[in-house]
C-alpha cells in the first residue's frame, strides 16, 4: 500500500481514537505517522494502542511510524483561597515561596529555579499568554509584579517564561519513567518538549542512543537562537506553534515556522509542523478556509509531515480531519507552483560524497523522467539526502532493518521497504528493480535511479549511483 502523496500526516491518539477499528479508519484515511501524547493516559492506555498500530501494520502490509511525545517540565502557580480572582491593570501581585492558597495579592510559585533566574523587566506568562505580569523586583523569596494584561485567574494554571533561560531539564521524572517505557515498547520517534538549548539534545541522546530518533520540539523563542546547533544535534524537528504563539508575538510565529523548515531543508533534517492545523474541526465537519491554507502553506513551504493534535485526539471528527488533510496536501503537490518552490528552495549540495550523488541522482532521475530514486540504506541517513532534493521521481528506500523502515515513514516522499540483508552491489541493484516492480513505482521497461554506500551498514557512505532497467 503506498500514498499517492509525499508530505506525511502525523495524527494523535486520545480519547476520540483508540479502538482499533477508529485506528484503522484513521491510517485508511492518511495517517502514516501516529502520536502517543505521554502528557494524558497512562502507559497501559498507551501500551494497548501501540500494540493495534503493532497489528494493524501487520494487516495492511504497510510500515507504521510510533512517536512518544514527552510532557516536559510542566511551570504552574499555585492554587487560591476562593479558586479564583480577578487581576487589575497595573495592579501590584507577588509570586512567593509561601505554599498556603493565595488570593488577590499574591500566589504560590513552586519554581525556585525561576527565582534565581529572573531578572528585573521580564515579563511572566500565565494561562496560555491570557495574563501578563512584568516583574519590578526579585528576592530569594519573592517576586513582585505588576500586572500588564488584566483578568480572571485561577488554580494551578500554566506559567511561561520567554526570554529567560531556565535551569531546568526537559527530561523530569516522569518523562524518565515514560521514556524507559516507550523505548521498550519499541517507539520509533520520541519527542522531546522544553528544548531550551543544545545541551537538552544532548542530554536526552544519552538516555535515547540509538534505540528512537529524536524530534526536538521548538516552542521556546530560546531554543530559536540556538537553531541550526539544535537541528544539527537533532533527527527531526517539530515547529510546535501553540507554546511558540504564547511566548511570542502571534505576527512572529509565521516568519519563524519559515525560517525553521528552511533551516531542516538545508540539514536535511525532517521537519513537522504541528498545532492547531485544523483547530475548528475538534466541533466541526469541515475546516475553516483560514486553516485548509495553513496547512497548504506548510507543505508549499516544504514540511515533511503536519500534525494533527485534538482533532483527532479528543475532537468530534477525527477520520474527516485526515481525509481533509490528506486531501488538501494532494492538491499542494498538484499544483505546478509547488514544484516551483521545492526547485527553488532546493539547498546547495555540501562537499560529500553522499551529497553529490544524491544531488545527481535527482537529476538523472528528472532528465530520464525515471520511475522512481531507489535508495538502499541501513541507518535511513543515504534516504534523508535523497529526500532533501525533494525530487520529482518518488523515493523508494529498501532497507534490512525494520526499526529504519518505521522511522522513514516520517519522511517527505519516501515508501520504504523491508528487505534481506545483501552481500554485494548488483544484489542491491536486483532487489531494486523487484521491489520497484512489486510496489507499483515502475513497470517493465522503465528506468529507476538506484543508489547506496559501500562497504553496506556504514552511515552517510553512498557512494554508488547506477541507472537501471525493469
Known sequence: MRRQRSAKIIATLGPASSTAPMIEKLFL???DVFRLNFSHGSHEDHRER???IRELEKKVERPIGIVLDLQGPKLRIGSFREKAIHLEEGQRFILDHDATPGDSARVFLPHPEIFKA????????????????????????Q?????????????????NVPTVALDISPMTSKDREDLAFGLSLGVDWVALSFVQSPKDVLEAK???GDQAGIISKLEKPLAIDHLEEIVQLSDAIMVARGDLGVEMPPEEVPSIQKRIVRCCRKAGKPVVVATQMLDSMVKSP?????EASDVATAVYDGADAVMLSAESASGEYPVESVAIMDRIITHVEQDPFYRTMQEASLPAPEATTSDAITAAARQVAHTLKAAAIVTFTTTGTTTFRAARERPEAPILAIT??????RKLALVWGVHAVQSRKVKSFSEVVTDACVVAEQTGLAKTGDLIIVTAG??????GSTNILRIAQI
Open 400 to 405: 534490512p532493518s525494520l526499526k529504519t523502515v
Open 118 to 141: 529572573l531578572r528585573t523587566g521580564a515579563d511572566l506568562l500565565l494561562d496560555d499568554g491570557k495574563i501578563r505580569l512584568r516583574v519590578q523586583s526579585i528576592t530569594p523569596k
Open 454 to 459: 559501500v562497504p553496506f551498514q556504514v552511515a
Open 206 to 208: 544519552e538516555l535515547i
Open 50 to 52: 501501540h500494540r493495534i
Open 143 to 159: 517576586i513582585e509584579t505588576r500586572v500588564i494584561t488584566a483578568g480572571p485567574l485561577s488554580d494551578r494554571k500554566g506559567l
Open 29 to 31: 484515511a492518511g495517517v
Open 286 to 290: 469541515t475546516p475553516t478556509r483560514a
